[in-house]
Each structure stands twice: as C-alpha cells, then as structure tokens.
C-alpha cells in the first residue's frame, strides 16, 4: 500500500495537524467552560471527528463553500472561522462571529464560504445545491460540501437534495459523517441499507466509505470527489465512518453508549493521535514541531476564552436590528 | 394612450426586464419552461399558468430550469444560491405544497441575515398561487399567506393589480430580504390596468387607496379588493361612501394608511380570503383596536371565510369565498351601528 500522506508537503502536514489540533482543543475548552456554567444555551462538540473537517475542507479554496450541522465548531475552524470570533459567538458577545445573534449552532462567516452550523437536521443538503447552483451559473469553479450526520442522512430533504445534485450534475459534495448515533439512536438500526455509502448508486452518483479516524484516507477520498466536482463531472456521496468523544450535547448521559466505548475510542481511535504516529513512523515531520504546535494552541486557545469571558455583550437596541421589524 | 394588459402579461414583462436587467437572476420551479427531458416541446408549458413561457428558449436552459418534483431541493438551491451571489426567483406552484419545504422558508431563508448578525443576504424570490374559485379543493385553493406574515425576516406582497404586480415584483427581486410574492390565481386574466411599457418599482410597506371615501374605510387584499369595490359601488348607491385600501405588502404593512383612513372614517371592515383564525384581517382589526381605538365609532368586522378547508362543490366553494353581498352586509353594519342600540 503506498502511504497516500507522502502527497503533502511538511508545512501542508503542519498545517492539518494545527488545524485539527485547534478543533479539538476547542471543543474541550468549551467543555470546560460549559461544565462551569459560563455558557449559555447548549453545545454539541466535535472532538474525535476533526480529521473529517480538516480532511475535506484542507481542498477547498475561499470560492468554495460548507454548509454544517448543529455539530460545527469543527468545519467553522477548518473553513477559516476566526477562532476567537467563534468564542466570542459561543458566549454571546457582540463581538462574536454573527454579533451573539446566532450562538453555537448557526455560526458562519459567509465571506469564507461557511454559509453556517445548521440546527434543522437535514437543513444544510438543499442549500449546497444553491450554492452549487451558484458556482454554476457564475462560472466561478467553486464547489459546495454539505456536511451532514447520519440523522440528517435519513430526512427527505437529503434524498431530494441527492436526487436534484446528480440531475443537474451540481458540483458539490455531500459528506455524511457517520458517528454511529443520531442523537440516541443508533445508525445501525436507522439507515435501512446498513451502510449510508449504499444509497450512492440508487441517486446515480459516486459513493465511497472511509475511516474517519484516518486523515489521510479522508483526505484523498475528498480530494478526488472535490476534484470531480470541480471539472463538472458532479457530485459524489463520502460517508466518513467516525465518532464523537462526547454526547450529543454537553449534558447528555451517553447511558445509550457501550461500556468503554468512549475510553476506548480516545486511547485507540484518537484521529491526531493516529495523524502523529503516521508521520513519525514515515520520518515526515519530528514530534518537536508537533509538540510545538501543542503548546501553542493550547496557549491562544486559553486567551480566546479569556477575552470571550470580557467581550462587550449586545445592547437591547441590537434585538431590533438586522431584520425587518413593523411591530 | 392608456395601455390595459392583464396581471399576466404584467408579470411576464417584469420577468423578461429582470432576466435581462441582471445576469445573477435565475428562475427554477416545476415546469416552468416544461418538458424538460421528454420527446416533445422544451417550452410545453411555461409554468403551470403559462406565466414564464418563453423565457427559457430566450436566456437557455442555465438561467431557466425545469426541475423535478422537489420544493424542499428547489426552495433550498434558491435560497443556498441566494447567499453566494445569485437573485433566483424559485416558482412553487401553489401555496399549498409550501407544507413540503417550509424549513427551508421559515428557519433558513427567514433567518440568515438576523442569525448571522447582518452578515449575510437573502435575495431568494418565491412565487406561489393563492386563493379558491377554480374548484381546485382543499390543498390547491388557500391563501396562507398568514403562515408567513407570523414569520419575521420575510417580506409578503399580495397584488390586487396589473399595475402593482408588475412594479412589485421588480421590487421583490432588486430587495436583499426573502420575498413571497403570493399571485392570486383568479387574478391573472381579470386584473386588467394601464399598465407603463418600461420597468418601474413600487415599494414594499406603502398601501394604495383604491378608492376614496368618507364613510367606511375597507381594507382588503388580492381578489378581495375587486370583491370590496363592487361592494362599495352598490353601498354607495344607498348613500354610504367607502374608502377602500390595499396595503399590498402585509410584511412590511403599511400602518399609517389604514389608521388614517379609520381617523377619517372611524369605521373599518377587513375582508381577507385566509381562513379567520390568526389571519391579517384579525391583525388589522387589532392594530386599530390598539392604536386607533378613539376613532372608532364602531366595532371592526373581519369578513373571512368559515374556518373550513376550501371544499370542492361549486354550491360550497361560492359561499366559502366572501362576495360582495357579504362584505356589503359588513359595511352596513358598522355604518349604522349605535351604542346601545345593538346593530
């Protein structure tokens, strides 16, 4: 089996282990501070799934856009969210990437090509194909990636959204990350093919399944797919198997999980873990950058939630703003 | 030189000036060139009511899309077009069918540009046909167009004219908020106005006194306004003068128009073709109990359909649809209403 990572460069490497290390220390910070009550409203957390965010999104240009899930502190970070913008957002500062307005499910920045989290599950396939729509009609080589769960891969929404992709050959991309659970509900019970990667052929479109855990195996299946879409051959169907080390939201039980399940997860399926061994073992990078890089993270990461703790928060005035408002 | 044309052919040249206006303007829906794929013609139909025929052999198969069966996949690519550059203006045949796409008005379109703080912009049109009369039955006759009011961060028009579909639907499309342009059925052939050969916007939140009056002010909207003047022909033969306003947009709804005219008036009748719970007539009614209760000389009537699906029987449907003996009958009763002396 050639090693598939020898295709990136050592500062590309960097770059994806910096990113994905940034999701996951963000998501524990927010953890941290959700247990301590400093944030208001309900969090769903990314950890143990970002080497899909970065996998695919590391293709993808400031023409292209995502659209997420009400999981999406991790595509917001690999889109090129600022990051202390989204903390800010978290907490509900003004200063926050949408102002307070939005909070952790509907975060976006449109001028990165992230059209937003999204809270309606199977919200987001319908608009990547106007954002496919888009690119097509303004010839501007962009493509569109709909990230979507395995709840979300069972809305009638998504199959009309699969069906219109492949019609108008749409060169957008729709990647189900599949962490084994619809909030409780087991995707083994709920997706009636057994695998969502099946339902591929049935809408006429290229389907692959990949280890979620594996960066680099995410990596190429969306390149080849983002790649596909953007010389107008259409879109293609990824199902990354993956998993979340926390609930569905902070606060969930997980008494639906298997005993040891999430243990065993963070100390045999930890993405950055693999990530690193992988590029040691092939001598492309040394553990030093990488521990650097740790470090450093954990260092801004730390300074983000201090000044999001500080940030101005939003003046009533600001209720009424930003819509039409006549009563 | 007065130039009468129908609604129809009014919202056929607003399509054809914005499609040739801005490239960015797209137009999707079910059969709105029609026969996309099939042996025959590429422009069969030209919507279910021939509104956009011609324009796909015009400005081609990118701009003007056929598309299947979908209205979650059609209104979703026009908003997700919207937000990255394009104006589309999506076609859902009738207001009925919104049931099967409404997530993508109400919590996505609707929202983008508050959720995001001011940093996105939504410049999706959505055509869609109201109202009863064509016998077509429960789930192709209602006007729920009230369903969409509730929502903030969408903007509703409601023609009643040629003259005013035409510049509305300019505004529409030229506005950065999602618009539902609600086309009552019945009005494409029997709206008939002077209407300028060239483009021109009339803005949302500002109503048209239709008809001006002294004694009774009538608020109505789409085929009601036609149902309202022929109410006010007969009442002012028995001496009762009616004004009669059309807000045409009910988000933004234009407030001051109507609590003048009640000012002047101090009687008002709303009559709305929505079923009557919750609907504009009853917001109206409220507005002017709120903020024009020392007008009033009387109480406000709504005349509104029973609150019953739109049943199919012709003898049923025609005594659904409020007419002009009813609204009369409205109009009546508030102009020779006394306190203390009952009606």
């Known amino acids: 089996m050639p090693d598939s990572s020898i295709k990136l460069t050592p500062d590309q490497l960097l770059g994806a282990y910096r990113t994905m290390r940034e999701i996951r220390e963000f998501e524990e910070s927010v953890h941290a501070e959700f247990e301590k009550g400093h944030l208001p409203g309900f969090v769903h957390l990314y950890a143990g799934s970002e080497a899909s965010a970065v996998g695919v999104c590391s293709h993808l240009t400031p023409v292209d856009k995502i659209i997420s899930t009400h999981r999406g502190h991790g595509h917001c970070i690999a889109k090129g969210c600022d990051i202390g913008g989204m903390w800010k957002e978290i907490i509900g500062s003004s200063e926050g990437i949408c102002r307070g307005k939005g909070g952790s499910m509907h975060i976006a920045d449109l001028s990165k090509g992230m059209l937003g989290a999204n809270a309606i599950v199977g919200g987001g396939p319908p608009l990547i194909c106007g954002a496919g729509m888009a690119a097509k009609v303004l010839g501007n080589g962009g493509v569109g990636v709909a990230f979507t769960g395995d709840g979300g891969s069972n809305q009638g929404t998504t199959f009309e959204s699969l069906n219109f992709a492949a019609i108008f050959k749409l060169p957008v991309v729709f990647v189900f990350e599949n962490n084994g659970y619809a909030e409780t509900t087991a995707a083994s019970w709920s997706v009636s093919c057994g695998d969502i990667v099946n339902r591929a052929p049935a809408f006429g479109m290229p389907g692959v399944q990949v280890d979620g855990f594996d960066f680099f195996a995410v990596h190429a299946a969306a390149g080849e797919a983002i790649a596909r879409a953007r010389a107008g051959g259409g879109p293609t169907l990824i199902e990354v198997k993956l998993a979340r080390f926390y609930g569905h939201h902070e606060g969930d039980n997980q008494s639906y999980r298997g005993e040891g399940e999430v243990e065993r997860l963070r100390s045999e399926q930890d993405c950055l873990n693999i990530f690193r061994d992988r590029v040691l073992q092939a001598g492309l990078l040394d553990a030093g950058r990488l521990d650097e890089i740790d470090r450093d993270v954990v260092e801004k990461m730390k300074t983000h939630v201090e000044q999001a703790k500080a940030a101005p928060r939003p003046t009533p005035d600001m209720l009424t703003t930003d819509v039409y408002v006549s009563y | ?343």
């Open chain 2, 1 to 343: 030189m007065a130039r009468i044309i129908t609604m129809r052919q009014a919202l056929q040249e607003a399509f054809l000036h914005l499609m040739e206006e801005d490239p960015r303007v797209i137009m999707l829906g079910e059969d709105i060139a029609g026969g996309e794929g099939s042996p025959g013609s590429q422009d069969a139909w030209g919507g279910d009511m021939g509104l956009t025929k011609g324009l796909q052999p015009r400005f081609g198969k990118s701009r003007v899309m056929d598309t299947p069966i979908s209205e979650s996949a059609i209104i979703g690519t026009a908003v997700g077009a919207a937000t990255c550059g394009l104006r589309p203006i999506a076609e859902l045949m009738f207001v009925d069918f919104m049931g099967v796409c409404f997530d993508q008005i109400m919590n996505q379109a609707a929202k983008f540009r508050y959720m995001f703080g001011g940093r996105a912009e939504t410049p999706v049109v959505i055509r869609t046909q109201i109202g009863a009369g064509y016998r077509g039955a429960a789930q192709h006759s209602q006007c729920l167009y009230p369903l969409f009011t509730h929502i903030p961060g969408i903007k509703c028009v409601i023609p009643s004219s040629a003259y005013d579909a035409k510049g509305l639907m300019i505004e529409a499309v030229h506005d950065n908020d999602p618009v539902i342009f609600f086309e009552h059925k019945f009005l494409y052939d029997s709206a008939r106005d002077d209407v300028p050969e060239e483009a021109y916007t009339i803005p949302f939140g500002e109503a048209s006194i239709v008809r001006e009056g002294g004694d009774v002010t009538i608020v109505a909207l789409a085929r009601m306004v036609h149902v309202a003047r022929e109410a006010a022909s007969v009442l002012e033969r028995e001496g009762i003068s009616c004004e009669i306003i059309d807000p045409r947009t009910i988000s933004p709804l234009d407030e001051d128009t109507i609590l003048e005219s009640v000012a002047k008036t101090g009687r008002l009748v709303v009559v709305d073709e929505a079923y009557p719970r919750c609907n504009v007539g009853k917001d109206i009614a409220a507005l002017v109990a709120q903020q024009g209760f020392a007008d009033l000389r009387a109480p406000v009537e709504v005349v509104s359909p029973p609150h019953t699906p739109v049943p199919f029987a012709p003898e049923l449907e025609d005594a659904f649809i409020p007419d002009a003996a009813k609204v009369a009958d409205a109009v009546r009763r508030v102009a020779g209403w006394q306190r203390g002396g009952g009606k």
